[in-house]
């Protein structure tokens, strides 16, 4: 009775998503506080067992409903992704913090330009003392880091314009059982709690290249449908804030795929 409840589930889904629902961001909120969390990856056409190359796109949002001034600070991110998904970086150069730390984009895309392994954006409130709150636009690039404890780095350095400066992001992936098998997390660094507050973050890591003669990606996924289906949608990937007042607000988005085989 269970098996066939399940079936019946998968075949709603997909029908469902023969209508063209779009994928919404989910939102989660506490008191005044909203976060949202958005995520994805493409192709989402796959083989069913033999993980193929992807790109995986991650974003988040932090506001308030009341005064900006009150936005309490992220201090961590933690992004898990479903299973189904692998991180290989075997023959991929490697960049470290010092080498794009202080650096301009320029600079870091000169010293570590065959590291990155993604891109994206973030958005932050600035507290300095004595100046009004004003927002800082940064772009970010994602670099292949160093191991660090037995722990997969990547460097997310974000670097804004006006005012000039940067700092880095650095994300620790881990592996866990369960239904989300990877984890990347990240904490404020020291220096920027002083003065930032995160209202937004994306970043989308993609990245193919050549190890010993054969054709590598850096993230590559599989649709684990089950045999009879074509279509199922899933857990993607999960997300968790934590903010410095002790809060903490987690939200989960499911995803289509489909199988190519």
């Known amino acids: 009775m269970r098996r066939r409840a399940t079936r019946l589930v998968l075949v709603a889904t997909a029908a469902l998503l023969c209508l063209g629902i779009p994928a919404q961001a989910e939102r989660n909120g506490e008191g005044d506080l909203v976060v949202t969390f958005n995520s994805g990856l493409s192709p989402s056409r796959l083989p069913r067992q033999t993980p193929a190359p992807v790109a995986v796109r991650v974003a988040g949002d932090v506001a308030t409903e009341g005064d900006p001034s009150e936005l309490p600070q992220l201090r961590t991110i933690r992004i898990a992704i479903n299973r189904q998904g692998h991180l290989f970086d075997r023959g991929l150069p490697v960049c470290n913090v010092g080498e794009i730390q202080p650096a301009t984009e320029a600079n870091a895309r000169r010293v570590c330009g065959n590291a990155i392994i993604g891109s994206g954006h973030v958005r932050l409130l600035a507290d300095i003392p004595t100046q009004p709150l004003y927002e800082v636009k940064a772009k970010l690039l994602a670099f292949n880091g160093p191991r660090r404890n037995g722990h997969k780095l990547i460097l997310a350095q974000a670097y804004g314009r006006k005012?000039?400066?940067?700092?880095?992001?650095?994300?620790?992936?881990?592996?866990?059982?369960?239904?989300?098998?990877?984890?990347?997390?990240?904490?404020?660094?020291?220096?920027?709690?002083?003065?930032?507050?995160?209202?937004?973050?994306?970043?989308?890591?993609?990245?193919?290249?050549?190890?010993?003669?054969?054709?590598?990606?850096?993230?590559?996924?599989?649709?684990?449908?089950?045999?009879?289906?074509?279509?199922?949608?899933?857990?993607?990937?999960?997300?968790t804030y934590d903010f410095a007042t002790g809060q903490s607000l987690t939200t989960t988005v499911a995803r289509p795929c489909h199988v190519a085989d």
Do not use: N
């Open 163 to 239: 005012p000039p400066g940067a700092f880095v992001l650095t994300f620790r992936v881990g592996r866990q059982s369960g239904t989300f098998g990877t984890v990347m997390s990240t904490t404020l660094p020291k220096d920027a709690q002083r003065w930032a507050y995160l209202t937004h973050f994306d970043m989308t890591l993609s990245r193919t290249y050549t190890y010993r003669g054969e054709q590598r990606s850096f993230v590559s996924a599989a649709c684990g449908a089950p045999a009879g289906f074509d279509t199922i949608v899933f857990p993607f990937a999960r997300a």
